[in-house]
Nanobody, 124 residues
Framework: QVQLVESGGGSVQAGGSLRLSCKTS????????MDWFRQAPGKEREFVAA????????YYADSVKGRFTISRENAKNTVYLQMNSLKPEDTAVYYC?????????????????WGTGIEVTVSS
């Protein structure tokens, strides 16, 4: 049974930082590209960041570029999202996702497995 479990969310003031973790089990972690998405209240789920199987390639949404960093530890079956200089518009439920496709993808439909999500709230 594949499981993706996010942790590290919470509430923070604008300008602060949080580090999200996503621990996976039931899949060969190093065989999957990993993504982070987010969904704000009343909005569609949107792409945040992606990282390749080896960690050598990353890709970011323009809205988070320069502030967020995605990384992974294949030995721990875990992907991370370091979020700095947080803004109120970063408030959302954050989801990690795994894709077995050959290239980095940014679409919801390209993901094969999803976590249950974790809340991040940024106050002004």
């Amino acid at each position: 049974q594949v499981q993706l479990v996010e942790s590290g969310g919470g509430s923070v003031q604008a300008g602060g930082s949080l580090r999200l973790s996503c621990k996976t089990s039931g899949l060969t972690f190093s065989s999957y590209n990993m993504d982070w998405f987010r969904q704000a209240p009343g909005k569609e789920r949107e792409f945040v960041a992606a990282i390749s199987r080896s960690g050598g390639d990353t890709y970011y949404a323009d809205s988070v570029k320069g502030r967020f960093t995605i990384s992974r530890e294949n030995a721990k079956n875990t992907v991370y999202l370091q979020m700095n200089s947080l803004k109120p518009e970063d408030t959302a439920v954050y989801y990690c996702a795994a894709s077995g496709r050959g290239y980095l993808h940014t679409s919801v439909g390209a993901m094969g497995f999803w976590g249950t999500g974790i809340e991040v709230t940024v106050s002004s």
